[in-house]
């Protein structure tokens, strides 16, 4: 093969135009500042996951509740947003670098001030997510910076740019007002609920009717992937605690090894369910699509962070720390695995827009896995092997999929290829 060296100039990351990538080209991945940028993600998921799984073992549902919603959107929130913006104007300049930075110093902040904020939400009496929020504002401002420059340097998509710019503006003065005022609980929330509002519509807005931004569908679909695999380390981390757990309380015993199965088993299954969904094809074909897949992956981000969190109250019941019952226990593992599989399934049918009845089948099998490790301990079956029970829920997916699902899946995919062009596939440049 014919390799030619590279010259200085491209080596040297000088400022460039921000003109916008190419949606249509080959081979793009995620890139190694992207990469960077997601390992602030692995503190955030953490810090959310350890505050969930501290709440719900001392049996204090709504404060874990509210708080890891509240925290999910914005962790969640903020990495869409400079996913999308970097799939359609990422320069890989100094300009873009620093200010990518300064992003990742905004997140640290965020999580940084989640502890406070649950504690507050304990209390009562006001929400106390100045910390929280000043994070969520930096890494707001500097999206903002970035799409005024965009704005100013890409002429022919300067208004859906401007459209992005102004609804994260309008958001982050409210943001802004949320920390020098102290609001109550109440109305802090009502206001939080307006300003969510205010920042999904703006990309709505922008790629529908101001004419969009070349993003890429399957570098969306890499990236997202790659944001699934981090919440699931967190599956990862709450099968370590529970494996610690169990030697701590009994050695090493037949207990660990399933506790080992259960929660290496559980994350495992979960990542090859989420690869099931023809995600980047999907999209490629119909962009439209994007904002209920985006959106919805808000949803399935949370439960497999929570699902992490729940193997953590595992631990915690096993070590005699938790203050809530085995059924209870189960239950903070097997609520978010529900959600997750239905969210997986949902997302699959928006995208290929056809319901299978094979998935009818798939999905009353997985709930009977589900209802049956619950069953269990409310029977008193050990919490080891309720786990293992919960184990096959995803793998109940994976087995459909592997004998007869991905068959009916391409029969889908081929039968969209040869519908006409509609308004919904319509590329944009």
Known sequence: MNHTAPTPEELHH???RMLGRDPHEVHRAATPLELLFDLTFVIAFGLAASQLAHYLAEGHYGTALIGFGFVSFAICWAWINFSWFASAYDTDDWIFRVVTMVQMIGVLILAIGLPRMFASIEQGSHLDNGIMVLGYVIMRVAMIFQWLRAARQDPARRRACLTYATAIAIAQIGWTVLIFVDFSLVVTFIFSAILILIELAGPVIAETRDGGTPWHAHHIAERYGLLAIIALGEGVVGTVASLSAVVDAQGWTMDTALVCIAGTGLTFGMWWVYY????????????????????????????IVATGAGLHVAAYYIEHKAHIGPVATVLTVAMPVA??????????TYLVRRWDPF???L?????????????????????AICLVILMLAPVVTVVGYELLGHRHQAEAVADDAGKPASSDNVMRG
């Open 14 to 16: 000088h400022a460039a």
């Open 276 to 303: 099931i969904v023809p995600a980047g094809r999907m999209l490629h074909a119909h962009r439209k699509r994007a904002f209920a897949w985006g959106y919805g992956h808000i949803i399935i981000f949370a439960s």
């Open 339 to 348: 959600v997750y599989l239905l969210s997986i399934y949902a997302i699959y």
């Open 359 to 361: 998935h009818a089948l």
């Open 363 to 383: 999905l009353g099998a997985t709930a009977l896995v589900i209802l049956l490790s619950v069953a269990a301990a409310w029977a008193g079956v050990d919490m």
